[in-house]
């Protein structure tokens, strides 16, 4: 499974790119100015959140260079806390990792797919369970041909947001602020903004999921996921200045649509189109680069007896049953659940699976020292990113209660799982 060389650092980096950069960008902002009431806050959050993923790829990296395999939260929860959270850490990358995410992405596809072609999206999800399969198809035939497809559709990507960057900065006029309702405090406007925000960023740790088929992954998984966020982090501040200055603020804010009403106001229809067109493709490199990434858990779970060893795959080709078993799990979110619930479910389950993996960083670092675990900026580095990651964490319970138990649901049935399976392997 592990075939050393597969991946080069161009393509792990593009895998990061492509698993950040999907609907967040161009639709949190108008709810953002509406919380905080101001664009520069609303700037401000989006700094800090590629800060926060900073930290996050930084304390990744960190576990990258000591345990150089495939697999991520599943093989760093296990070597640094107890097998146990790692093989409960892999049922939740599983489910709401990358299939719950796969199938929001699916979703917001048809409503932006139906946006750009002028039609109503379909009242059943047949468009966005297309695209899964699809992806399934591409990075189910090899390796290298999907990882070719996938930095050939995310270079488009990145293009298509330079060309509409280099076009509508020009053009900004910075209308005054009317009509946008005060935050009662900044405080109180970041706790309830910046969790969706951190969602906007998610992704940042995509390479660790592919370390065991990337060229030198000691040293490349780290760069990847590093080099990969600071260039989602200037494209995203860059994209929400361009948003927010683009016309009057109070046209913004609480509206999803946030991108596609700043084009229109910036470059009229044809700008609608591009962007519309840019979020389309976005949407698509984000299901590609998870159907890459995810089924490399489920594979190497598979190879240590925590999952059926049919997920594992042959070595030196793609784990097909794993993508196709996860293909199916993303059709049943798809098919099962709305969009706001996903969204929710999602940020706050891979919240709390994040924090404890930093914490494990910080575990193994103590343990084995500093030249074992390098960390850049230790321990100022994972303990911010612990510290924030909980605080969004409890906002999220109390913010939406009903929603967040499907989360907790998702971690007991990880924790009683690893459990039983490993009882049942020691037996």
Known sequence: MNAPGRIPLRSATSLVIANMIGVGVFTTSGFALHDLGSRWLVLFAWLAGGALAVCGALSYGALALRLPGSGGEYEYLRRTLHPAAGVAAGIVSMLAGFSAPIAMAAHTLEIYGGRLLGVAPPELPWAGTAAILLAALMHGRAVRTGALLQDFVVLAKVLLIMVFLALSLRLLGGPEVLGLPAAATPFAGFAKSMPWIALAYSGWNAAAYVAGEVHDPGRNVPRAMLLGTLVVTAAYVLLNAVFLWSVPAGELAGQPEVAAIAARGLLGRPG??????????????????????????????????????????AAGRPPRAAIALQAGLALVFLWAAGLQQLMTYIGWTLSVSAAATVVGMMRLRVAEGAAAVPCRGWPVVPLLFVGIVTWFAIGSVLAAPGDALLGVLTLGVAVAAAGRGLRARAG
Do not use: N
Not at 306 to 312: D, E
């Open 272 to 313: 609608e189109v591009l962007v519309t067109g840019i979020v389309c493709l976005a949407l698509l490199t984000s299901i590609t680069g998870m159907t890459m990434a995810g089924p490399r858990v489920y594979a190497r779970m598979a190879e240590d007896g925590a999952l059926p060893r049919w997920l594992a795959g």
